[in-house]
């Protein structure tokens, strides 16, 4: 079983649309999470980190839910310059390893 | 400017060469990471190093070698015994061993193998 889960989509969207992903982790010792994103051929850059609570920054939402194991971000009034892949990252603090999803493909339509 | 540097961005090699790919930061970051991707895959760890002089095997090491002889830097050698070396290679660092630090990439090396 893959340590990270993500569905790779593609999601596609019309502009103003809200969208979530969700990303489920295997084990149940990790300690903190993220959402990257990262554009074709560049480097993944990190949008939020994701706490127990929730937190919000601007027009995207990250949740953690420990008891299920999943996390989520919820993308809302959606911008053409939101397309790109979404990376789930999950470190365990064992070994200070990150372990990532194979990301969720979006594109967002004019 | 803080971050991190690679280079080259574009690498080509003949089969059987080995290859150095450069990994540089300047944000005093103590833990380094090598990872590889491929089309359609997530990011692999090759190898990581949380301390100078110290260096520990990720999932996919084989054929690959790694040195840190200073904090700054963690060079990456790609070897003739890595089988399928055409890929998007990743460096990234971050602050430690506290598992809340996020990790900050370069912007990748290409590696392609002729």
């Known amino acids: 079983r893959k340590e990270v889960e993500q569905d790779p989509g593609p999601f596609n969207v019309p502009e103003g649309a809200t969208v979530a992903f969700n990303c489920t982790y295997s084990?149940?010792?990790?300690?903190?999470f993220f959402w990257y994103r990262q554009d074709c051929r560049k480097e993944p850059k990190l949008l939020m980190s994701?706490?127990?609570s929730g937190n919000e920054d601007g027009r995207f939402t990250a949740q953690l839910n420990r008891a299920s194991q999943y996390i989520s971000l919820l993308i809302r009034d959606s911008k053409l310059s939101d397309s790109a892949t979404y990376l789930c990252v999950v470190n365990q603090d064992t070994g200070n390893q990150f372990y990532f999803g194979t990301g969720t493909s979006l594109t967002v339509i004019p | 400017d803080g971050g991190i540097t690679q280079s080259p961005k574009y690498l080509f090699r003949k089969e059987g060469q080995n290859v150095t790919l450069s990994c540089e930061q300047n944000l005093n970051h103590d833990a380094m990471y090598w990872y590889r991707q491929d089309p359609g895959q997530g990011l692999r760890l090759i190898y990581y190093s949380q301390i100078v002089n110290d260096f520990q095997k990720g999932d996919i090491a084989e054929g690959y070698s790694v040195s840190r002889e200073k904090k700054e830097s963690f060079p990456l050698t790609v070897t003739s015994a890595q089988k399928n070396p055409t890929a998007f290679y990743l460096c990234a660092s971050s602050m430690g061993l506290n598992s809340y630090n996020e990790q900050f990439f370069g912007p990748g090396t290409r590696l392609t193998v002729l």
């Open positions: 084990n149940s010792a990790s300690q903190s």
């Open positions: 994701v706490y127990s």
